[in-house]
């Protein structure tokens, strides 16, 4: 009964939430309807024209927008779509500095008079050109149209789904008889209650008692919607359900009773003759049950993965080396599959263990139906599991069955714990006996292909190749030589010269590292950069490389140089530390370097991961004056739409897009493109890779004002990048 219960519960939660999603989804999409409103106001304070035919034109045939209204911040109205008595220039003005104060949209009071309809309430938006707020948009939401489509619902007697603005007040109000009017007791139900983007919970109704209610934000909109039903009424007719079945229950017991009553006294006498017999016999039984369950229990634990109930490491290796014994007295092949999640870490990291150990459940119930009984599956620990396929005919049929395995561990896991989540195996491959005559060989040679397929990218597998141990070997001398080379002076700078199109000046420096090496020569980032940042030695090269360029300027400055700003590339990895915008602005005051003779270089993928901290640590630096370039624009995830909201500067467009311009710059669309939008959003431009006069000249008749590449220097040591410094004007 309390099951049915449950999943009666269960049941309305699922339709509240649905409600509440597309009543937010569809209030989102409204609110939206800015941004487009925001475009055409921009078009007055870029004093092209005015806006109110474009205006206009978009608000012809919408029902729930019934007003727009166009502010300077001075609170004068350059263009109404309608007269209207919401309040005078000053009584804006002061909304507006509200506005400007909390970052927030404002709510304004509605004129309740006579004839006025409540629930179309005007809400001030601010208009923003960039990064700057211009002025402020007057939307007057008809959220009564917006419920009134809800009419076909029927959300019960005591039913209510309402409009907040925040905790402080309602915005309308539909329940059975469809908009009220009047203050309901919602608001207080949700005071101080509302912790998360969406909620379900039991609050107290001072009409209808108990209430079940769903809310929910909508997103970066400070409104919030609200469905519940009186607790009472829900369960009305499960409550007559279950009071007809307990008096059905209850004679039916009484019946049952009575006629147990009979049957215990005509066997209650031999029952007392066999119990002295069975006694000794049952003790003695659960005694031998006891030890043997204890006995399976403990040879489970010492071979078996408690999790996945697959082989665990001990008993893999033993079952092996049995295999490899019968393998050489045969002519099959034999292979050993080393499998790891891509991404299994962010999985876990994200949605937490219980999750995490739902999906090790699903991905060794998979690999057991890919496989054979004849093959031997086992989970090492963590994401990583190990198979043997044994009597294989040829080295195509192992192909063939790590295919099955990618496609199926690739397929979407749909329901865990509510969760649909999706992973990849990356697979390395080591096969017996050309990769290795014994099982430690096997795994560590099918390990080392496993890291090799990973780096191609997810969801991929790799036979093992002789030369991964070669690199394996390399890679860890420069790892092992890396901390002591960042002490011992080994690092040194190269610098490659940006040019202003304008007049063909020398505006900056792009500051480049290399490994001066002993015994290697001259080694480029390539090289080393990738194992810098898997040890997290990037953030002490990184300082290494903020400290060396302020030392340069200093020396540069001591000897009556005229200065040019310098870019340092900043990784990921640093940004993410809390600390890095402090110790950076330590640095430059140490040498007493100007904030704008400093210029830091992020990559997109920067923004993936703890994009807070990110953001945070960029700001307190553009807001004190340091320049900040997104490098590489083109190849990641950013959109210029995204970039309008970060704290950047500039935006280098990657060499690949350049290297395609050959005699106009139509050629690429990208670039043309991304100049004219990175223009409108107040952004400097600078093209990377410029290797021919073509492409200087496409450049600059698409307004491209700065340009860094081969055609004027290659990046150069600090002697040879001084006469860019005392003679700035290049010619070609």
Partial sequence: MEKNKKELLNGLKREQKNLVSVLGENLFQILEQRQTIELFASKWFDETKQPSKDITGFLYGERTLTRIALYELS??????????????????????????TTGRPVLLDRDTAPGNILWQVPVLFPIRIGAAIKGAMLLELDFGYILNLLQDIDIGKTGTITI????????????????????????????????????????????????????????DYPFIITVSIGQKEFFSDFNHYKNRLFCILMILTLLGLSGIALLFKMINRKQKYMDALHLSNQKNQELIQK???????????????????????????????????????????????????????????????????????????????????????????????????????????????????????????????????????SVGIAVYPRDGEDIDTLLLNADAAMYKAKKSGRGQHRFFDQSLNTTSVEKFAIEQRMPSAITDGEFILHYQPKIRLQDYRVVGLESLIRWQHPDHGLIFPLDFIEIAQETRLIVDLGAWVITSVCRQLDSWRTLGMDLVPVAVNVSPLELKTETFADRFLTILKQYDIPLDF???????????????????????????????????????????????????????????????????????????????????????????????????????????????????????????????????????
């Fill in 164 to 219: 907040q603005f925040k905790e402080e007040k309602e915005l309308a109000r539909f329940e059975i008889g469809g908009l009220v009017l009047g203050t309901s007791p919602v608001k207080n139900m949700l005071a101080g209650s509302i912790t998360r983007d969406f909620g379900f919970g039991i609050y107290r109704h001072p009409d209808f008692g108990n209430c079940y209610l769903t809310y929910r934000h909508v997103h």
């Fill in 291 to 425: 030890l043997e369950k204890e006995h399976k229990a403990s040879t489970k634990a010492a071979s078996y993965d408690p999790l996945t109930e697959l082989y665990n490491r001990n008993l893999f290796i033993s079952l092996a080396e049995k295999n490899l014994l019968q393998a050489k007295r045969n002519k099959f092949c034999y292979a050993v599959l080393f499998i790891d999640l891509d991404r299994f870490k962010k999985i876990n990291d994200t949605l937490g263990h219980h999750i995490g150990d739902l999906l090790l459940k699903e991905v060794g119930m998979r690999l057991k139906a890919c496989t054979r009984k004849s093959d031997i599956v086992s989970r090492f620990g963590g994401d990583e599991f190990v198979i043997m396929l044994t009597e294989m005919g040829k080295e195509q049929d192992i192909s063939t069955v790590v295919e099955n395995i990618t496609v199926s561990l690739s397929k979407p896991c749909t329901d865990l714990d509510g969760h649909r989540v999706i992973t990849s195996p």
């Fill in 75 to 100: 609170g004068k109205s350059f263009y109404e779509s309608s007269p209207g008595n919401v309040t005078t220039p000053d009584q804006i003005k002061k909304r507006i500095e509200k506005m400007l």
């Fill in 598 to 732: 400093i210029e830091i270089e992020v990559t997109e993928n920067a923004f993936i991961d703890d994009r807070e901290i990110v953001i945070r640590n960029l700001q307190a630096l553009f807001d004190r004056g340091v320049k900040i370039y997104l490098d590489d624009f083109g190849t990641g995830f950013s959109s210029l739409d995204h970039i309008r909201y970060l704290p950047v500067n500039a935006l280098k467009i990657d060499r690949s897009f350049v290297k395609e311009i050959r005699n106009s710059y139509h050629e690429n669309p990208i670039v043309s493109s991304t100049i004219i939008l990175a223009k409108k959003l107040n952004l400097t431009v600078v093209a990377e890779g410029v290797e021919t006069n073509d492409q200087l000249i496409s450049l600059r008749l698409a307004g491209c004002e700065q340009v860094q590449g081969y055609l004027f220097s290659r990046p150069v040591p600090e002697k040879k990048i001084q006469k860019f410094i005392i003679s700035p004007i290049r010619r070609l």
